[in-house]
């Protein structure tokens, strides 16, 4: 991480270097006030009879909701604009209409078969893994008495460091905060409510929710018909098939609404 440069009320930006699947990565980062974080890097291209790795391109929009609570839209991707649109041009246009006609990899093809829910379900679970940490952080802040000066409450002396104290350095001199934070929440049903926190927001995972439960009630009357039809081995082995597959998609259905984040088993 080298040093970070302060764009003042507009925010900063920042260089960065790690390790990540393997690979090293290089690329800057940037906080555009008053809620943009943009990350834009380039993996180490060590195999050169095969095409260089994608770049890594990454917008979070956390947007402010209430005090203590915020909505996080997370784009993976170009920031260009949106094809056919006021925000797009004609060279965005052709790209993306060049990408478009472009064959894709057989693993490509698979993974644009899975439902956007069920990538949801996924990005969520990665969310939760950092909730429960940042939640009680920005408490104890609080507790310490140290919005102002956040080294007061943490050390924090790595170089990878140097974005949280500028960020909370900016907080403290540019941002209107509304209010106190409202008291920790110490139950986990509440701190990783996915329901209330995005399902019952999301049109895609109302959608999941819909295709489970039906997938469910065709399974019950699937099991139903197999029981009827009992004295064939076939039913049999479809009514066994039926009773394993309902715990499973129980399971998946409660990942809509709450799933408990163990952190000391995330190895």
Not at 139 to 167: F, G, H, Q
Not at 194 to 199: A, G, I, P, V
Not at 203 to 224: D, I, P, S
Request: hydrophobic share 40%; proline share 7%; net charge positive.
């Amino acid at each position: 991480m080298s040093d970070v440069v302060s764009h003042g009320e507009a925010g900063f930006s920042f260089h960065f270097e790690d390790r990540t699947m393997g690979k090293l990565r290089a690329g800057t980062g940037q906080f555009r006030a008053p809620y943009v974080v943009t990350y834009a890097a380039e993996y180490e291209h060590t195999d050169l009879t095969k095409p260089p790795p994608r770049p890594f391109n990454l917008t979070v929009v956390c947007i402010p909701t209430a005090p203590g609570w915020s909505r996080a839209i997370i784009y993976q991707g170009k920031t260009k604009g949106l094809k056919g649109t006021a925000h797009s041009s004609a060279e965005d246009d052709a790209e993306a209409a060049a990408a478009e006609k472009k064959k894709k990899s057989p693993v490509a093809l698979l993974l644009g078969l899975i439902p956007v829910w069920l990538v949801h379900i996924f990005a969520n679970r990665f969310l939760d893994s950092d909730l429960a940490f940042l939640h009680f952080q920005e408490k104890e802040v609080v507790a310490r008495d140290s919005l102002d000066e956040p080294t007061r409450a943490y050390y924090m002396p790595a170089p990878a460091d140097l974005p949280i104290l500028t960020l909370r350095r900016w907080i403290s001199k540019h941002a209107d905060v509304l209010g106190p934070l409202p008291p920790p929440i110490f139950e986990r049903e509440r701190l990783l409510d996915r329901w209330n926190q995005h399902t019952a927001h999301c049109v895609h995972c109302q959608r999941g929710v819909e295709v489970v439960r039906k997938w469910r009630r065709n399974t019950y009357v699937t099991l139903a018909l197999a029981a009827l039809a009992s004295r064939w081995v076939v039913a049999r082995l479809l009514a066994a098939a039926c009773v394993g597959v309902l715990p499973l998609l129980g399971l998946l259905e409660g990942q809509f609404k709450y799933a408990d984040f163990q952190h000391w088993k995330n190895h």
